[in-house]
């Protein structure tokens, strides 16, 4: 297994329940390819570079994952077919100290994912309350 980073870029149009649902669709071919999904961090609306497609803007996703190399094939392929992903890169980590730097970038898109579920949970359990108060 040898570990991999894709970072690609979605269309600023798109709303945040299709910009999930273009990420949960990522992940679901990682998975049923036999991937294993290690972090995924979305860095959010960021300015591009350079103009891709009319776009000036994008919505920045990166998924670390560990898999065999004949994935990356089919990954990349779903990803040139999606017309809402404007740019893509795969990165492979080979040697011990990529291996390494590659295990700190997971650690700290882990924590930064550990950390949004928490505010959103408070969120529910207020309006939950809020609920059962009016009642």
């Known amino acids: 297994m040898n570990n991999y980073e894709t970072l690609y870029v979605?269309?600023?149009?798109?709303?945040?329940?299709e910009t999930a649902g273009n990420i949960a669709k990522i992940e679901e071919i990682l998975v049923r390819e036999g991937a294993e999904i290690l972090a995924t961090n979305k860095m959010g609306m960021r300015r591009l570079a350079y103009p891709v497609a009319k776009n000036e803007r994008?919505?920045?996703?990166?998924?670390?994952?560990?898999?065999?190399?004949s994935i990356i094939n089919e990954l990349e392929r779903n990803l040139k077919f999606n017309e809402e992903v404007i740019k893509f890169l795969t990165v492979k980590y080979s040697n011990k100290k990529e291996i390494a730097q590659f295990e700190k970038l997971v650690a700290s898109a882990s924590k930064s994912v550990a950390k949004e579920p928490v505010a959103e949970k408070s969120e529910v359990t207020e309006e939950a309350s809020a609920d059962t108060a009016q009642a």
């Not at 994008?58 to 190399?69: D, E, L, N, T």
């Open 10 to 17: 979605l269309k600023p149009t798109l709303t945040d329940e």
């Open 58 to 69: 994008g919505v920045y996703v990166i998924v670390y994952f560990k898999s065999a190399g």
